[in-house]
């Protein structure tokens, strides 16, 4: 069997002396389609930051193809996190989408400005979007924005959460419609989904972890 692409093992995380969860084994494996169940405050935003990596555990192991992870830059370079409330920099949008190519674990991958621009007309966004300062951004737009920085840099896992929340439904029908095609486009692409949505978890993946 293929080596599942993220996993975490006896996995533990604490916020002040309470844990949020413990004891958790997870795979993802190539081509999963995951969502991560739970009521607020269950934890789920806390176990995909984990699996990309951004948060260290407290317990447990976090692994990457099966084995240790030997550098976090490249194992964030193929996990990657859309959040609902993306941590932008100060700058344009385009600045934004263009940061994550000038790290050095993206030598030989160039941003797409045609690519990126397709994506944004695709997600119902206006082009003049990418020249606009991410300060008058709206939560929405926001949202879209970390979408696409981490579907234009191609990783091997997407971990999205609540990718449509506070979306019309134009709108996140088409951001599902974008997610399903970075899906096609690889299959070992793996998504781990969270939703308030279950009508949507329901549609888009096939099994569940709940938290
Ligand atoms: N940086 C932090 N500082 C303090 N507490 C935190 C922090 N991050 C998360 N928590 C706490 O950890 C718990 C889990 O939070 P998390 O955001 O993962 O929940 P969630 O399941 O994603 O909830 P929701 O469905 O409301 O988004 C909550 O009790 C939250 O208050």
Redesign the pocket.
């Known amino acids: 069997m293929a080596s599942p692409l993220v996993s975490v093992q006896t996995a533990g995380r604490r916020?002040?002396e309470r844990w949020?969860w413990r004891g958790l084994n997870l795979d993802v494996a190539p081509g999963d389609r995951l969502a991560v169940r739970?009521?607020?405050?269950?934890?789920?935003?806390?176990?995909l930051r984990a699996l990309a990596g951004l948060d260290a555990l407290d317990e447990g192991e976090l692994l990457s193809e099966g084995g240790p992870v030997r550098s976090l830059p490249r194992h964030r370079a193929e996990v990657a996190y859309a959040a609902?409330r993306p941590a932008l920099f100060d700058g344009t949008v385009e600045d934004n989408l263009r940061a994550p190519f000038a790290l050095a674990v993206r030598d030989g991958q160039r941003y797409d400005a045609e690519r990126a621009r397709a994506l944004l007309a695709r997600l119902g966004r206006p082009a003049d979007l990418l020249g606009q300062s991410v300060d008058g951004l709206s939560g929405g737009e926001a949202q879209t924005v970390g979408l696409m920085r981490a579907l234009l840099t191609d990783p091997t896992v997407l971990l999205l959460?609540?990718p449509t929340a506070g979306l019309d439904p134009e709108r996140a029908e088409a951001v599902e419609a974008v997610i399903a095609d970075a899906l096609r486009a690889n299959a070992r692409r793996a998504a781990v989904w969270?939703s308030?949505d279950a009508a949507q978890l329901d549609r888009v993946t096939d099994r569940s972890l709940d938290?």
């Open positions: 916020v002040g949020v739970g009521p607020s405050g269950a934890g789920k935003t806390v176990l609902q959460d609540e969270t308030h938290l």
